[in-house]
Antibody
């Protein structure tokens, strides 16, 4: 069956960089886009953008330009999210989700930013 | 583009729960609904306004008209307690937008 498995929780300091992975299985990686979504407690979901897994082209939501980078390793069926110069208010749970309907989700990766 | 959901809905087991998702002219958009249980990732339960993914019970249904999309859960069970979110593509803002979510409590 379709599975998206994310890397584990991370505790980091302001100004650092983090990288979250999303390993897919159960389908052809290049047949569906990968979206990234952030959930901050008490603030609901924020869609960060998506990666066209056929071309590798990344599209970022307006609030997620500059410090955020989507990448992928197609042979490994894995997508990545990198956050540079991380801020306190980037703390939250980051999800990868498949397809424009977000029809399958990873389990989420808790990123905590604390000095 | 803003999606508005009531913060909470409470119903007795066996009855019907109705969730609204308000947005300007939402009937022209494709609405997707997700269920998120405590501590878990969301699960897609309705896509393209009214379609159910495989494995989602027929008790879950969706509709959309005017400025309101609606998720309905018939014969509510205790296991349906969760947060429910709607989501659409905002053409003007070039982004996906989520409603704030509605918490279902089964009395």
């Amino acid at each position: 069956q379709v599975r998206l498995v994310q890397s584990g929780s991370q505790l980091t300091k302001p100004g650092a960089s983090v990288k979250v992975s999303c390993k897919t299985s159960g389908y052809t990686f290049t047949s569906s886009s990968i979206n990234w979504v952030r959930q901050i407690r008490g603030q609901g979901f924020q869609w960060m953008g998506w990666v066209n897994t056929e071309t590798g082209t990344a599209t970022y939501a307006p609030d997620f330009t500059g410090r955020f980078l989507f990448s992928m390793d197609s042979p490994a069926g894995t997508a990545y999210l990198q956050i540079y110069n991380i801020h306190d208010d980037d703390s939250g749970v980051y999800f990868c989700a498949r397809d424009s309907r977000l029809d399958a989700w990873g389990q989420g990766t808790q990123v905590t930013v604390s000095s | 583009y803003v999606l508005t959901q009531p913060p909470s809905v409470s119903v007795a087991p066996g009855t019907t729960a109705t969730f609204s998702c308000g947005g300007y002219n939402i009937e022209t958009k494709s609405v997707h609904w997700y269920q998120q249980k405590s501590g878990q990732a969301p699960v897609l339960i309705i896509f393209y306004n009214k379609e159910r993914p495989s494995g989602i019970p027929e008790r879950f249904s969706g509709s959309s008209s005017g400025d309101t999309a609606t998720l309905t859960i018939s014969r509510v069970e205790a296991g349906d307690e969760a947060d429910y979110y709607c989501q659409v593509w905002d053409n003007g803002g070039h982004r996906r937008v989520f409603g704030g979510g509605t918490t279902l409590t089964v009395l």
